[in-house]
């Protein structure tokens, strides 16, 4: 089969490697049928230390079930299923406290489409979304299956960036009479603009969102935000939620600066070098919450799942270059938010 390849910085290859077949009675056997390029996908693109290359390539998915386990009971094959890009095994303490990206029955934060061996200092073999087949060792649990009317394109960033975007806003969204939302976007481009559009279809009628970047900007402008621009201020005003995709460690403060009292503010990216500091005493004084950390993705994926099902969210909105499978390996190496890739 073919799998798409992270060979160097700045290169992609389709290599041929074996085929998947089914290692347990848990599991299945997923054809993607549309991937999607996550936002840190573009930094691994870039060349980043903690993962040398080469690794299979890519974590977002969505595609059809062609193979189950004997001991599959709640997957078919044939089914259009989105893939969560963490290993989770659905049965472990944290798994059954919906903490799936905590899982305990696999080594680390067991991801696609990563190579483990220099953040976590272990290997796992799952392989990458832009392939052929892509082994779920865990169907029950993991899979998600969607409408099979749906076009795949739509559903490509459930797996990681899409279902991100909506546990910064979509929790909040009917919490607050006076909700209005706050983005200071930067590094993780699609998350920041999937979560405008989150905020603005359930109704949020205040989003403003932060950026340097103009072609963002204008985007943002499109779904709905009020954007700002120019140099990043001690704070933006005093909103209910605040998220931060900047990966800037000004970006994570001006954020939580910007938080009213009582609100949350969600950075979804490391900040700097891991370490950040931030203004603690007016977070204690404000009852400021601050969240961070893995998406636990299998736990989140069916609330999206659902809002996509009815029309709610149209998360081809925020895509950016839409290709074919077959032009991977140049589509994601284009400028541009959201690169998603479908076959024909």
């Not at 690794?55 to 189950?68: I, K, N, R, Y």
């Not at 963490?86 to 080594?107: F, N, W, Y």
């Not at 009479?177 to 949020?204: K, P």
């Not at 935000?225 to 931060?244: C, D, Q």
């Amino acid at each position: 089969m073919r799998q798409l390849t992270l060979v160097g910085p700045g290169k992609l290859e389709w290599w041929d490697v074996p085929e998947r077949r089914l290692e347990g009675p848990e599991e299945a056997l997923v054809r993607p049928l549309a991937a999607g390029r996550c936002d840190f996908d573009v930094t691994m693109i870039q060349g980043h230390p903690l993962f040398p290359a080469p690794f299979a390539f890519g974590h977002e998915c969505v595609g059809e079930v062609t193979a189950v386990g004997e001991a599959v009971r709640r997957i078919q094959v044939g089914d259009l299923v989105v893939v969560p890009f963490q290993i989770s095994c659905g049965t472990c303490a944290a798994c059954r406290m919906q903490i799936s990206a905590g899982c305990t029955a696999h080594t680390p934060k067991a991801l696609y489409g990563h190579t483990t061996r220099g953040l976590f200092g272990v290997d796992a073999p799952w392989g990458g979304a832009l392939s052929d087949s892509v082994r779920i060792p865990h169907a029950d649990a993991m899979l998600t299956r969607a409408d099979p009317r749906l076009d795949p394109a739509q559903l490509a960033s459930l797996s990681d960036n899409l279902s991100d975007a909506w546990r910064c806003v979509g929790p909040y969204a009917h919490r607050y009479s006076d909700l209005s939302v706050l983005i200071v976007a930067g590094r993780s481009a699609s998350i920041g603009l999937y979560a405008v559009h989150i905020a603005r279809a359930l109704g949020v009628a205040q989003v403003d969102y932060f950026d340097t970047d103009s072609k963002r900007l204008d985007h943002a402008a499109a779904l709905g935000a009020n954007p700002l621009s120019g140099p990043l201020p001690e704070r933006l005003g005093s909103h209910r939620v605040t998220v931060n995709t900047s990966g800037l460690q000004e970006g994570l403060a001006c954020a939580l600066r910007s938080t009213a009292p009582g609100g949350v503010c969600t950075s979804t990216i490391v900040v700097g070098g891991g370490d950040a500091a931030i203004p603690l005493q007016e977070m204690y004084l404000k009852n400021v919450t601050l969240k961070t950390g893995f998406i636990n993705a299998a736990s989140e994926i069916p609330v999206v799942l659902d809002l996509i099902e009815r029309g709610v969210l149209q998360p081809e909105r925020v895509t950016t270059t839409l290709a074919a499978w077959e032009d991977a390996a140049e589509a994601f190496l284009e400028e541009g938010s959201k690169v998603i890739v479908k076959r024909a």
